[in-house]
């Protein structure tokens, strides 16, 4: 058999569930090495919480070059009550903000994409649901999370006040909306962008620097422009109406939560965040630790697999192996098969690891 290069990939399972539901991918890694001849090399290490415990800091220095020389991250989930209290910089959340920013992953894919069989678990109506396949794309080393000034500072008569800072500059814009572009250009070729142009200077400026883009490199693509709170309710109100929304880290950061939930379950939505050229891809479950259902083999492990479907698909170059492990979990659905947050009547309640191996099973 002939074998291809090996691609290295960081496995950082963090806390909580996040071991859980990274050890199906796991499971699904070694079955394409051996079935498939495909040579993912896995080194696997620790972040968040239990990085603290061993190291006192939430990511180290040695964890952080390996996830510089690996082509793709998958991370579990960080974070827990036993951490809420430590000063902010030792906060397992930091290691992702230090991931995300040293990395410089400045794009967040998040595909909210309803399955047929799982149509019931969106609290909204089926016929406004089902089929729906949406891509958001949120910017997200930019904007007014990073923007400087930024602080609490007292001010007279005894009283503070709060500054961030909404900047973006053009070629943070332009990055983020090539990637939106390239999507679309796979998917049904449309791009809505998201900005609040009616109130805010960086918004007109979002919006003629997507504008420019589309007319200068993508003139087949269908773009529009919608102010992010009429995005909000558009959601809500006729989500199919889109296919590739583009937008800024604070907007994107609400709307694609807001899309999330549109398909139901917490536990079934990966995301990607790209840098440049899509190497060094982070890939993780929209969901948080869940430490309430840690340890208890309850733990939906579909988020994660399908997160590892797009590392496939966009840090990867394995385009046929992403669609055989994506059309591997809709058969298992299809089965009836579900774990406890999405089951219904009727269906079979499997545990996290008894999911992980009928998607195995189903590989082809
Ligand atoms: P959460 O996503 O962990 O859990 C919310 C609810 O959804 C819980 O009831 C949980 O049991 C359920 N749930 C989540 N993932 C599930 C899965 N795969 N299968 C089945 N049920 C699932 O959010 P939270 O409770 O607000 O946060 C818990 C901890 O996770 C906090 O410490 C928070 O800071 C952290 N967090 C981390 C990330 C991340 O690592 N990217 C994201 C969000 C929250």
Same mark, same amino acid.
């Given at each position: ?23 199906? =991918? ?11 001849? /495909? @040579?993912?090399? $896995?080194?696997?290490? %620790?972040? #968040? ?69 799982? =149509? ?11 089929? /729906? @396949?949406?891509? $958001?794309?949120?910017? %997200?080393? #930019? ?69 420019? =883009? ?151």
């Amino acid at each position: 058999m002939i074998k291809i290069k090996k691609r290295k990939i960081l496995l950082l399972p963090g806390d909580g569930i996040g071991p859980e539901v990274v050890n199906e =991918v796991k499971k699904i890694i070694e079955w394409f090495n051996k079935k498939k001849s /495909l @040579d993912f090399e $896995i080194e696997e290490d %620790l972040v #968040g919480g239990v990085s603290y415990e061993k190291h006192k800091k939430p990511i180290t220095d040695e964890v952080f070059y390996k996830a510089l020389e690996s082509e793709a991250i998958i991370l579990g989930a960080v974070g827990g009550p036993k951490w809420d209290t430590l000063e902010f910089s030792k906060r397992p959340e930091r290691a992702l903000l230090k991931l995300r920013k040293e990395l410089k992953l400045f794009a967040n894919l998040r595909p909210a994409i309803c399955f047929k069989q799982l =149509v019931d678990a969106s609290s909204l109506k089926p016929e406004i649901v089902s089929g /729906l @396949d949406i891509m $958001i794309v949120r910017e %997200l080393t #930019g904007g007014i999370y990073f923007g400087e000034p930024r602080g609490i500072k007292p001010i007279e008569n005894g009283e503070r006040k709060g500054i961030n800072t909404h900047v973006y500059s053009s070629n943070e814009i332009i990055r983020v909306a090539k990637v939106a572009f390239e999507l679309a250009q796979k998917r049904n070729k449309k791009v809505t962008s998201c900005d609040k142009s009616n109130v805010m200077e960086a918004g007109i400026l979002w919006r003629e620097e997507v504008q420019k =883009v589309k007319d200068e490199e993508y003139p087949n693509i269908e773009l529009s422009h919608m102010l992010a709170d009429n995005c909000a309710m558009q959601l809500l109100r006729k989500p199919k109406q889109f296919d590739v929304i583009v937008t800024d880290n604070l907007f994107g950061d609400i709307l694609s939560d807001e899309a999330a939930m549109l398909t139901g379950s917490l536990g079934l939505l990966p995301s990607a965040s790209l840098g440049a050229k899509d190497k060094n891809g982070m890939y993780e479950p929209v969901h948080g630790s869940a430490p309430d259902i840690a340890g208890t083999g309850k733990a939906n492990p579909i988020a994660t697999i399908l997160s590892f479907a797009m590392a496939l698909k966009y840090s990867l170059d394995l385009d046929k192996e992403a669609d055989n492990l994506e059309q591997a979990v809709q058969k298992v659905l299809d089965d009836g098969l579900r774990t406890q947050d999405i089951l219904s009547k009727g269906k079979k309640e499997v545990s996290t690891s008894q999911m992980g191996d009928a998607i195995i099973s189903k590989l082809k």
